[in-house]
């Protein structure tokens, strides 16, 4: 089976949602409380398939957070706490203190604190998080017709990073021009190795936008949750960093492939008719919004050509 | 390291508790909401670890949600929800068919809607739970001088059933033998495999009790949470069910330590100065409350010796 059959049969048995407001289908599920929303995700993480080799154990710990906060930021929400589960295969002491660490670092950093979790004995390093949120206008996916599409930031850069690590498994690099990589491309490693969830930025835009989610699996498929849409590339090209584009110019890359494949970016991908605003309040917070396109009736169009989602995935992959 | 040396680790390093009313050490994490309290719980279990191999995959999804809600009973609070990440190597269609109707079953007993969750690829069966719940005034551990120290129902199947297991795996029966002792102790196997969280009996006891945690390691180890007691052993022995004094005799097991060391029972262990209002509530939903001593002063006794904390645990391991 694969991950999709795995989901489907998953939620073909899930039947029972009692008072939910929204159970599957969205960043977090949400529950009703008095006058405010409270907003739930899970991330579950395992050494093998989740954490780039060059991930330092104080950062492993911090993305395990980033991961569960940054679904909170899609709802728009304020982060309340974080509970963290542990699989260890016999941990060496100071594995463990830089892991939790990084954990309450970045905890800090989001006001969202590490508040208990459980730990067992494991084949490999599992980290299983859950956050929870509070908010008086949880946001969800799917824009208005009419709506901006707008991205925090930029995006690429994670791409590109693996790009890097993959040249060296592949023995494309030797371990000197490796670290020389390292070197020249130092905000590209720094998006890989110790990304940030957009917190602020999420309740800044609460008041504002339409619908919102976060680029986690990479914008040629998180595109999905928008709704209907046109993009145009070369808006697209805005969101790209010149490090990015000097990247793509350097190993044969096409910056926008690159764009819409990069994912556990983080940023926040949001819809709204009041751009303006957004401009205003994400700027004061040292963010940049920009537009890629407009949410439409139907279809899915990028430069007036069809939208094919996650087709760029395997690309670079033969 | 061992258990309690990394959970020293992890407590020494996750330092920031934000507006946590309580982080780590007791059932839940709790919050401040408005006018409630919202309660949090999580619980990884892998399948070399946690789950007896007599269960069927709708009992391992059961497992999952009753010892997640169990921590939320513990706390007398009610369920709202549940997430749960999911990693699978190689399933089979069928197997998560079973586990999800499962989960979704108990859920629904419960009232706990599992609403959302994360699959992934992992070495081994890896189910981590995080389960929700709202109450205005959250139980914790540890009792009042003077109070009662009650159990609900009773203790001590869940080790006799584990023990029938180990005779098995240990080729002191055969599989005929085996087969025999499923059919002769229906309610060990039952308690065994589909145990209850007490959630209808936390919320009847909410306004009555002092203190309450869930009996899941085992008395032995679970009373450390009521504070300083004295037990009786012959009150013990009322929460011991006749089939497992039955058992005890035919296999030369002492029911004491049995019921000590029997874990997982998911039964409610609380103190209260009002057993006659407890009786009353807890009878009229059909379950048992059986005294077995009393919060004191200062240290921890058994029938007036002094009592060792999960001494108990290794004396059938020999």
């Keep these: 089976m694969n991950e999709l059959d795995i989901i489907k049969t998953i939620s073909n048995n899930i039947k029972y949602t009692g008072k939910a407001v929204k159970a599957i289908g969205d960043d977090c599920a949400v529950f009703k409380l008095e006058n405010q929303y409270l907003t739930i995700?899970?991330?579950?993480?395992?050494?093998?398939?989740?954490?780039?080799?060059?991930?330092?154990?104080?950062?492993?710990?911090?993305?395990?957070?980033?991961?569960?906060?940054?679904?909170?930021?899609?709802?728009?929400?304020?982060?309340?706490?974080?509970?963290?589960?542990?699989?260890?295969?016999?941990?060496?002491?100071?594995?463990?203190?830089?892991?939790?660490?990084?954990?309450?670092?970045?905890?800090?950093?989001?006001?969202?604190?590490?508040?208990?979790?459980?730990t067992n004995k494991s084949k490999e390093l599992t980290l299983c998080g859950t956050a929870f949120g509070i908010t008086s206008n949880p946001i969800y996916r799917g824009g208005e017709v009419g709506d901006d599409i707008i991205i925090t930031n930029n995006v690429g850069r994670v791409y590109c990073g693996l790009k890097i690590l993959e040249m060296k498994d592949k023995g494309i690099i030797d371990k000197n021009g490796f670290e020389n990589l390292l070197n020249e491309y130092p905000n590209i490693i720094k998006k890989l190795s110790e990304p940030r969830a957009r917190v602020k930025e999420g309740i800044a835009l609460n008041k504002y936008v339409n619908s919102c989610c976060d680029v986690s699996d990479g914008l040629g498929k998180d595109l999905r949750y928008v709704g209907n849409f046109e993009i145009s590339s070369k808006k697209l090209l805005?969101?790209?960093?010149?490090?990015?584009?000097?990247?793509?110019?350097?190993?044969?890359?096409?910056?926008?492939?690159?764009?819409?494949?990069?994912?556990?970016?983080?940023?926040?991908?949001?819809?709204?008719?009041?751009?303006?605003?957004?401009?205003?309040?994400?700027s004061g917070l040292g963010t940049k919004s920009i537009k890629i396109g407009k949410v439409i009736d139907d279809g899915h169009y990028i430069d007036g050509d069809e939208f094919k989602f996650g087709g760029y995935i395997h690309k670079w992959s033969k």
């Design 238 to 282: 805005n969101a790209i960093p010149k490090d990015v584009i000097e990247f793509c110019d350097r190993f044969d890359l096409n910056p926008i492939d690159v764009a819409l494949n990069s994912g556990e970016e983080w940023e926040l991908l949001f819809t709204t008719k009041k751009y303006d605003d957004v401009e205003d309040e994400l």
């Design 41 to 118: 995700t899970t991330d579950m993480m395992f050494k093998s398939t989740h954490f780039p080799e060059i991930l330092t154990p104080f950062q492993i710990g911090m993305r395990v957070i980033t991961a569960n906060v940054s679904d909170i930021a899609a709802m728009c929400a304020k982060p309340l706490g974080i509970v963290v589960s542990m699989g260890f295969n016999y941990p060496k002491k100071e594995f463990i203190e830089e892991l939790t660490k990084g954990m309450d670092f970045i905890a800090k950093e989001y006001e969202c604190p590490v508040v208990g979790g459980d």
